[in-house]
């Protein structure tokens, strides 16, 4: 399990390749079952893009980085 560097967003990985992306209040953004093993979970520097590892390190190319879209901002200030 991972964290966006945020802390906005976390990622939940099983071993036998479940993948949920939730939120800071509990909500499931994104879920999907890959067809691989996973040991390891990767978020980009700017919370956007995520990287799997199976248990032997590889990086499997045809899954490599799921994108998600910025958070919006919760309090936007229409008066800057």
């Given at each position: 399990?991972?964290?966006?560097?945020?802390?906005?967003r976390?990622?939940?990985?099983y071993?036998?390749?479940a993948?949920?992306?939730?939120?800071?209040?509990?909500?499931?953004?994104?879920?999907?079952?890959?067809?691989?093993?996973?040991?390891?979970?990767q978020?980009?520097?700017?919370?956007?893009?995520?990287?799997?590892?199976?248990?032997?390190?590889?990086?499997?190319?045809?899954?490599?980085?799921?994108t998600?879209?910025?958070?919006?901002?919760?309090?936007?200030n229409?008066?800057?």
């Amino acid at each position: 399990m991972k964290w966006t560097p945020d802390g906005q967003r976390i990622c939940i990985i099983y071993e036998d390749g479940a993948v949920i992306v939730g939120s800071v209040d509990g909500n499931r953004l994104w879920g999907k079952e890959l067809k691989m093993q996973l040991a390891h979970v990767q978020w980009s520097p700017d919370g956007r893009s995520l990287i799997f590892c199976t248990p032997q390190c590889e990086v499997p190319t045809s899954q490599l980085t799921l994108t998600l879209t910025p958070n919006p901002d919760p309090n936007p200030n229409p008066n800057p």
